[in-house]
């Protein structure tokens, strides 16, 4: 029986191009994106290659068994057992020697795998920003009456170290000397060396949220849940709303502040990648490939990744493909870029508060990954860097470094939202980390003044002048009780 070369290239391209079409659209590309379009493109010209050049031997089996293999692992299979799927292979590749088989197989494949390719486009892409539609919150008449005349703006820092902490030295002439004095000079009271109680986010916010310093506040969840951790108890919150206020939350899915409660709004954004903030920088096409292919390798070669395949995982072990390193595999490196994004969120809020309004903002910024330079470019690739915990460069300096250029680029951001707060005249403002850059974390130097020493700057209303700051070593949780009792009347 003659083989129809029509059928096989047609089968392998098809293939060939559904395997990244689905995962880069995922990956917050758009359909139109040159990102997608090229790569796709790409990988189905490879298809028509292959099948070109395996015209007249018996590669052609090995190869389409392998591509299929891949497309399942991708989008089917997670973690397919490595003696399972050499079965799979084995008893696949066996089938195709029968060109019986071949025959309608092949037609089958290439239709599936376009049809599964065409559903894909038709579906809506990651969202950026998930609304969550809150029960009524209605208040009862006397707590409507007695709604407060300012509005509060908090703002979660994440992995906000203090620049007065000496953990680490930040580099002469570096403007991160500059952050604790531009709040003091807006009238902030910055408290310069606040130890949270722990070094995790899940049990440090929780427990400001339920106005204690405890660190037992939280829930954890199974993995594959909408969220890692949700806030168990929340006296912050319910007290609050008891003084007539009405609340705002923009959480990641990392932490869920507003759970099953009775907030006006709550707002999630995903702490995971969304590569179609690469648009937004001035990024040449050959880097925005190059980022792009870093992506899609990374989700490959990641252990227990979704789309993780072992077939690229072995040949990335012995042979170094890509030769990436471990830290960059572990960061989802557009993340900063999505936050970035939800600070012009804030920003918008902040023109429409009102008298009575509560905004809370968690921002996974200057958390690692450090990609963004300090005036908020993007950095080359090899110039990322990421915490000891997930790096194999026992040099920490270029991790200190790369940390304070993306606090730099917050904080000027931070400093845009502050300046219209203060411009509304009815805002207190509460800006504070959740604990230290932890860098030093797994690490031979690791220390509680890096894992666990952050700052907290708070700004009243109608303050003139300039503010102070407050330098004595003091408990993150405590100052916190302290502070947001002062502005809403909570007490613990």
């Not at 960059?328 to 009102?354: C, T």
């Amino acid at each position: 029986m003659t083989v129809d070369l029509n059928k096989r290239r047609f089968a392998l391209m098809a293939l060939m191009g559904a395997i990244p079409l689905t995962h880069m659209l995922d990956l917050g590309y758009g359909v139109f994106s040159f990102e997608l379009l090229t790569i796709t493109a790409l990988f189905a010209f490879a298809g028509a290659v292959l099948a070109f050049l395996c015209r007249g031997s018996g590669l052609f089996g090995p190869i389409m068994v392998l591509a299929l293999y891949w497309f399942l692992e991708v989008y089917f299979i997670k973690g397919m057992n490595p003696g399972v799927g050499g079965i799979f292979l084995l008893a696949l590749l066996l089938s195709l020697e029968m060109k019986r088989i071949e025959e309608w197989f092949l037609p089958l494949v290439g239709v599936f795998a376009v049809f599964f390719s065409g559903t894909s486009l038709l579906k809506p892409g990651p969202q950026l920003l998930v609304s969550h539609a809150q029960a009524s919150a209605a208040r009862p008449a006397e707590r409507a009456e007695k709604r407060p005349g300012n509005a509060v703006l908090q703002i979660i820092i994440d992995e906000q170290s203090s620049p007065l902490a000496m953990a680490h030295t930040i580099p002469d002439g570096h403007a991160a000397h500059g952050i604790i004095e531009d709040y003091r000079k807006r009238g902030f009271t910055v408290h310069g060396n606040t130890m949270a109680i722990t070094k995790n986010t899940y049990e440090s916010v929780s427990a400001m949220m339920n106005l204690t310093d405890k660190t037992d506040n939280y829930i954890k969840h199974e993995v594959g849940a909408a969220y890692t951790y949700s806030v168990k108890e929340d006296r912050l919150l319910q007290q609050m709303q008891d003084e007539g206020y009405k609340l705002s939350i923009l959480q990641t899915n990392f932490l869920d502040i507003c759970r099953d409660r009775k907030v006006e709004e709550c707002n999630t954004y995903t702490r995971a990648n969304n590569m179609g903030m690469f648009a937004d920088f001035d990024l040449s096409y050959t880097r925005r490939l190059q980022v792009a292919a870093h992506a899609i390798y990374g989700d490959y070669t990641r252990p227990n990744f979704l789309s993780a395949v072992h077939i690229v995982q072995v040949a990335d072990r012995y042979w170094h493909i890509a030769n990436q390193k471990e830290e960059d595999r572990a960061g989802f490196f557009s993340r900063p870029l999505v936050v970035l994004k939800m600070m012009d969120v804030i920003r918008g809020k902040v023109d429409k508060l009102e008298g009575g309004d509560v905004h809370i903002a968690h921002l996974l910024l200057p958390h690692f990954p450090y990609v963004l330079n300090a005036d908020c470019s993007f950095k080359p690739m090899e110039q990322w860097t990421n915490p000891a915990r997930y790096s194999s460069n026992p040099d920490l300096s270029h991790a200190y470094e790369g940390f304070w250029d993306q606090a730099v680029c917050t904080h000027k951001h931070l400093m845009g939202i502050v300046d219209a707060a203060i411009a509304k005249g009815n805002v207190d403002v509460m800006i504070h980390g959740d604990h230290g850059a932890r860098i030093s974390q797994s690490h031979a130097t690791e220390n509680d003044t890096d894992l666990r020493m952050t700052m907290m700057a708070v700004r009243r209303a109608g303050v003139t002048g300039e503010g102070q700051v407050v330098t004595a070593q003091q408990n993150l949780q405590k100052v916190y009780i302290d502070e947001i009792g002062s502005i809403v009347s909570t007490s613990p």
